[in-house]
């Protein structure tokens, strides 16, 4: 226990972590201070550049491990699984339409990509190596729940039928063309590929996290001030249980795949983070009468900080005990 | 100059939908539209600003100037698009230069 | 389509000002408002385009559908925040979709 | 409020011409105008977004509000610079506050 | 004197002021080269992250000097007393209207970041060092020369009284809250946190600071073209000499704080520097009818490039020689 | 021939090739990936001023060797010359308008500095040093094209009149002014300028490459997804065969002036290569009924991957066979 919270403490002062309080403070405090949209697109365009393509270059140095396949099955169990164990929950936790307990649960089914860099930078940090091909799973795992998600709302009768092109356009998504895209540029091109191009991807990585957070900051920070009042006490506590109980999903699913303690680690991850990018912009188009500040709100008002800030070390710290690692 | 009675229909909508918005228009006939960034805005769903946005979030406007006998089909495959979303669709009352061009 | 008689009001106003602008409009019961970005444009006070500014100057077009029995409000309100300042504002009749949105 | 009656003119036009544009208008006398980014547009040129272009392509819409009795030299002189290019040209009836600053 | 112009010519011909000179050049040969006002902006984000975040580690390395409350508090005289000063040199030398004087008084009360980004490089390109908390002293001295300014409207009975919220938005404006906040997150993390992003906050500082004055100069170069004739000799004489007279009154005060070499040349520059950013935007609330193009014409187009170029290299030589460093 | 397809083989799996190619699958597949149009813009600036300045630091360390004048004098010729080429194989090849073959050929005549920056990267990534100042011989090749294009149609009696304005904006265009200012830039500040900002400049300089042509690749995608029909055969086959006839006349002027391998092989990508964004934007103004799809799917649809897949290394093995280099 004393070992979490020094863990947790060591998380917490980190120059990543400190950046996203300063944009949740700023934001809290009405400062005018913006990140150009532009440029936090930009930013995220490197992130996913760069995470994908050493992912790729993880997977050709060290071969594709035997568990690689069932983990991408693990994932694609645990996206299309999560929304439904997140749905039963919010039906006894929350007040929640349908609708929008469902939407809900999409985001929670699928993942949030920045908290995995976060966490992939933790174990960096700490020295603990993950299989690179986590980066595949992350992707795999981005648009099942939403299937899962439209599923639940027309089992009960209230339409989430599937808008045409919406499949497509889900799979498509910029994010998961880009994550795949460049996890298969890192794979083909191998050590050289990243020796010809790591000033650019690995050394001010750590740095770009920082200004990007300070920007995911302030979108939490502004997302909360406006959304006063939307969520009752259970959508909260909804939001820190629900990681909770992903993430020990996710370990025994890690354990059974056979993953090594920083792979464990990240599904972990995976599992316990929501989606604020892809799943959002599928539920305006497949569920527009869901309510976006709850979804948002709980996905990057409370979720993405409570994994940023304690869910990571938490984690981390589980799965060495439970591992023995 | 010669100007040509017209209609211009301004619908501003949540960014993930234009696409469905715009086949919707072309669908319908119309044959131009301009999309005009939005920066932010009010309205029932409450208050919101393009750089607390993540994603594909945000909204657009669209712009369609048409002959005003084609008015009724351009708003209801507006309609279509918009009537569960959020957004606003206005008309005015315009003259246009050219009217081989729409 | 059955359409509601309304007034699109667009004020291009100072980006410093925009906040106060939108806090008077909300103050004046107007419960809905679209802000587009500006690149540039040429008034009494001179030319200026965007990426030739820097900070938080430069302006923005407010865009207000209101009820026709409400415009006055809204024009009063609008113009203590627009008085003393750089900018414009103009009315145009229009035709609203939806009239229970605004 | 006093409101005077005006026109305002909207112009689609691609963006290398903006310049020519806005020097034409000035010369036939405009003194002001709003210059809007546009995002992306459909026409008889057929469809374009902003993210889809390099360097100075895309649109720009440039807003006029004048006196109704300006609006012909207005219109003959963007016509000038219009006319072989891709854009739109459109009018509607305004009112606008403080006459005096247009 | 031959020493401080070697230092000037070394200074002229430096990466840094030739990217400006370039963007003036092209500005007034009406090249249509532009920044993207987004990248712009992300660029000075950087910047204030940058410059904030390597404060804090120089004064978690360092400690806080006793007369860090002392530099500070010369801060707050000098901002709040300079557009005294200024205003007075400005109704002597010109004929603008109180407004307009009190205006401009304002801009060079406050500072500018870029000047002291500038000037900062100097110091290391000579290895100077300089206090860390100067970054520090740098927030505090951006704000409470608007309030002079006001002040000094409000006496002559022409309004300037504080529109509600402005006082709030001054102090919570994005630059002071960036840079008050990255020095907060580098002084908890220090030389630890310093080390992990060091690849992006450090070593490419200089070549992004050389676009960022590229763009400084294209705007400086527009206004320029776009301000000709709104201007008198006696107002371009004003936005040399003030910055003459403030950059002598900081050398007096540091000296006299006890400040370093460094840390005297930085307040000098502090004093000397003209705001373009936080004072016009409070500016256009406060006092809308002060004429922008006179503040920003001589803020931009006249002080910011005399300081750069001329400016430091003579802070730097006269201190020198007044301290005997 | 071996050896050709080897080196093409080598240059297809590079990083930025690779990159270029996600971007081109993305938009056929209809991805919604974008990268900011202020993001891209900002890549471009920091390209033409990172390769401007080494290209200056280049001729500052090595001198001005007596063929500068001559290869700037090709540059010339070959600006010039090249659009009349281009226009004779398109009235044969093509059922274009006169002046849609006119525009199409004033692209030719001028260039495509993004294939100059690729070439750049593969002559390095084999050791071939090239002169420095090829960078100013590509900015003079810039525009001369438009003025031979413009003729073209005036000889027809089909207007193409030089719009009042239009020379002094197309050469005082943003990239010609960037590129020749930052060459100054470093022939002035030389290696020790070079130095300050090589962190920034130099080190991650591919790294940003490959997402510039991920970017590159997005939109050839889209020009070629919107402008699917409006070429014939004959077009595309114009758009293969020009760069070879362009490359083989850059080679022997080349070789006449007596450039180093590298500057032959640079000549010769610089005659292959059509441009897309100086010349389309002189079109709009002064050839407006010439069709944008017709040459930019040319330029940038065809010729572009063409380049940059296979025509560098093709080049290359060339210029290596011809001069036994
Ligand atoms: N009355 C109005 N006038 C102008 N724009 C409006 C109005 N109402 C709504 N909007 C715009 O439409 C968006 C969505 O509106 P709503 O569906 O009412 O939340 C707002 O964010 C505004 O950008
Ligand atoms: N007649 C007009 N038509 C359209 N926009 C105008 C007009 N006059 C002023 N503006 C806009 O309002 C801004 C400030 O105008 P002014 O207060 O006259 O300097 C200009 O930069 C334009 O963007
Ligand atoms: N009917 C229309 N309504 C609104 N915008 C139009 C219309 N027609 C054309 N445009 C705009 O003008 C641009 C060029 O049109 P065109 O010259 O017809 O290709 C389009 O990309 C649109 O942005
Ligand atoms: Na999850
Ligand atoms: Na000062
Ligand atoms: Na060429």
Same mark, same amino acid.
């Given at each position: ?30 400062? !005018? ?36 396949? #069932? ?28 609708? !929008? ?21 933790? #174990?960096?940090?700490?020295?603990? !190596? ?49 994550? +795949? ?20 991807? =690995?050394?001010?990585?750590?740095? =770009? ?69 892809? +799943? ?17 709100? #709980?996905?990057?008002? +409370? ?12 984690? #981390? ?9 | ?10 619908? =501003? ?58 008015? !009724? ?8 698009? =918009? ?20």
């Amino acid at each position: 226990m004393s070992e979490i919270l020094s863990l947790a403490g060591a998380n917490l002062i980190s120059p990543i972590i400190l950046s996203f309080a300063l944009g949740l403070a700023a934001a809290l405090a009405r400062s !005018d201070l913006t990140i150009p949209e532009a440029v936090a697109k930009g930013m995220s365009v490197y992130l996913l550049f760069a995470i994908g393509f050493k992912g790729g270059v993880a997977v050709s140095a060290h071969g594709v491990d035997q568990t690689l396949i #069932l983990t991408v099955l693990a994932g694609l169990v645990l996206s299309f699984g999560l929304p439904l164990i997140a749905f039963a929950l919010l039906k006894i936790m929350t007040g929640l339409s349908r609708t !929008d307990a469902a939407a809900v649960a999409a985001h929670y089914g699928s993942i949030s990509i920045v908290t995995f860099v976060a966490a992939t930078s933790v #174990l960096e940090g700490r020295m603990i !190596d993950a299989e690179g091909y986590m980066v595949a799973v992350a992707a795999v795992m981005e648009a099942p729940a939403i299937l899962s998600a439209l599923w639940l709302v027309a089992r009960g009768g209230g339409g989430g039928a599937m808008a045409p092109g919406l499949m497509r356009e889900i799979m498509l998504n910029g994010s998961i063309v880009l994550l +795949v895209g460049s996890f298969f540029i890192g794979a083909i091109t191998g050590e050289k590929g990243l020796e010809e191009i790591s000033a650019f991807i =690995v050394t001010p990585f750590k740095g =770009v996290l920082c200004l990007f957070l300070l920007d995911m900051g302030l979108i939490a920070g502004r997302g909360l001030r406006q959304s006063k009042g939307v969520l009752g006490a259970g959508a909260v506590a909804f939001a820190v249980v629900m990681p909770l109980i992903g993430s020990t999903i996710g370990m025994a699913l890690g354990m059974m795949v056979g993953l090594s303690l920083g792979g464990i680690v990240l599904l972990m991850v995976l599992s316990a983070s929501a989606s604020y990018i892809a +799943v959002p912009a599928a539920m305006r188009v497949a569920l527009p009468e869901a309510n976006p500040s709850v979804y948002l709100t #709980l996905s990057l008002g +409370v979720t993405f900080p409570f994994n940023l800030t304690l869910g990571i070390p938490l984690y #981390l710290a589980t799965a060495q005990i439970v591992t023995g690692g | 100059m010669e100007t040509h009675t017209a209609k211009r229909v301004e619908i =501003v909508i949540e960014a993930p939908l234009e696409r469905r918005l715009t086949d919707a228009l072309t669908q319908a006939g119309v044959t131009g539209y301009t999309i005009l960034p939005v920066r932010g805005g009010s309205g029932r769903s409450g208050q919101w600003t393009r750089e607390g946005q993540i994603g594909r979030a945000g909204m657009v406007a669209v712009v369609c100037l048409i002959k005003p006998e084609r008015l !009724d089909g351009l708003l209801e495959a507006a309609f279509t698009v =918009v009537e569960k979303h959020i957004g606003v669709v206005s008309i005015t009352d315009a003259q246009v230069l050219r009217a081989e061009r729409f």
